[in-house]
């Protein structure tokens, strides 16, 4: 007894301690750059040499990315996941089910370099909305495929031997039956994934984003400017003058991934307690 206490209160000192080095950290990235935040910030292309002005273009761009990737990945995602749930007992889902894995591990600048060089050199897209959006889904696809996986295995068994003990079909039951039941668990897998893809860089660095621009794209074949490369150009090329808008960027996205996060977690601890109550 005196032992259990012991650990649970070593446990609950380590918690406590990742728990305020995380706050801490939000709260420094946060409040370092909210106190720049105005309509001008948010409206206004960057103006000399990004020294002033406002991010919209990059905001703009990580919105573009963000909406055509999720256009690109979410239906083969899900299509993908309830392959390897109910047709997946064989050698080609096995093979698959493994891909993903290994995909999921892998560092995302080597998916940057694999964009270079298949779409935007490749298929000669260069650097544009397209191929940094391709690049993304590509990486995305593993996360939304592996978490819709187990999303629609949880679902209980009766549920699929009712509907087929009704005469139903087996894509009837999958599509009519399971996956409704399922539908939080994806959209959590779904919201999770979008907060990978705002805040990635490495990929889009290499097909898709441009440093420094003064219009807004005109087709998806023309790059963009984004959040996270702002942050790593006026961080890595520009003087103490320019690292406001560093921060106050930076607070933006940290707020805006932290809403998205909030918002599938909300939704997990909904299903729980539904779950629970089942």
């Known amino acids: ?53 406002g991010i919209f273009p990059a905001i703009l761009g990580s919105f573009l990315l963000l909406i055509l990737t999720l256009i690109i990945s979410i239906p ?33 600048i080597v998916f940057g370099l694999f964009g270079l060089s298949f779409f935007s050199i490749g298929l000669n897209l260069k650097t544009s909305i397209i191929s940094g959006s391709l690049t993304l889904a ?13 999303a629609i295995s949880s679902v209980p068994n009766f549920l699929r031997e009712s509907s087929m003990a009704l005469g139903a079909k087996k894509t009837e039951t999958i599509f009519k039956v399971i996956v409704p039941a399922a539908k939080t668990r994806i959209t959590t897998s779904v919201l999770i994934g979008s907060g990978k893809i705002i805040g990635e860089t490495a990929p889009i660095l290499l097909t898709g984003a441009v440093f420094y621009s003064t219009r807004l794209p005109h087709s998806l074949k023309e790059p963009v400017m984004t959040l996270t490369t702002h942050i790593y150009n006026i ?44």
């Not at 590509?138 to 187990?150: C, Q």
């Not at 805006?256 to 939704?267: E, K, M, Q």
């Open 1 to 53: 007894m005196k032992k259990d206490l012991i650990i649970s209160i070593i446990f609950r000192v380590i918690s406590y301690f990742v728990f305020s080095v995380i706050l801490s950290l939000f709260t420094v990235i946060i409040f370092s750059g909210i106190k720049n935040f105005s309509l001008d910030f948010f409206f206004q292309f960057p103006k000399d040499m990004m020294t002033a002005g």
């Open 76 to 108: 083969i995602g899900i299509l993908t996941g309830i392959f390897l749930s109910e047709y997946g007992n064989n050698i080609l889902g096995s093979f698959l089910d493994i891909s993903i894995t290994s995909l999921s591990g892998v560092p995302s």
């Open 138 to 150: 590509v990486m995305t696809l593993p996360i939304i495929a592996s978490t819709v996986k187990e």
């Open 235 to 278: 961080s890595m090329a520009y003087g103490e003058n320019a690292q406001w808008m560093a921060k106050s960027t930076a607070s933006f996205l940290m707020l805006f991934i932290l809403l998205i996060y909030g918002i599938a977690f909300n939704l997990r601890r909904k299903m729980n307690g539904k779950h629970n109550n089942f």
